[in-house]
């Protein structure tokens, strides 16, 4: 997504909040591995990365992972995980 358009960028922020909202019994459950596994397929050893910015150019992913809401809904899975790797 180009970065020239702040009105595209606030509205998919904005959409990502809603789907945060509406995916929370998801999240709740899983979402720290979803929210890794996301994150190692765009900053992995082949991955392009969330933000290029002499191009301009932010993936969209970059907003679901940086999301305030979806971090604090991964929070529980991330507690369960931690709990069972004890």
């Known amino acids: 997504m180009r970065t020239e358009n ?4 606030h ?10 909202l509406l995916l929370a019994p998801v999240l709740l459950v899983a979402g720290a591995p979803l929210r890794g596994r996301l994150w ?12 290029d910015k002499e191009a301009g150019w932010v993936s969209p992913a970059y907003f679901v992972v940086t ?12 507690y369960v995980l931690r709990r069972r790797r004890r």
């Open 67 to 78: 999301n305030v809401v979806f971090q604090a809904l991964c929070v529980p899975s991330e």
């Open 40 to 51: 190692r397929h765009h900053q992995g050893e082949h991955g392009r990365g969330f933000v």
């Open 6 to 9: 702040a009105l595209r960028i």
């Open 11 to 20: 509205a998919l922020s904005c959409a990502v909040t809603v789907g945060a």
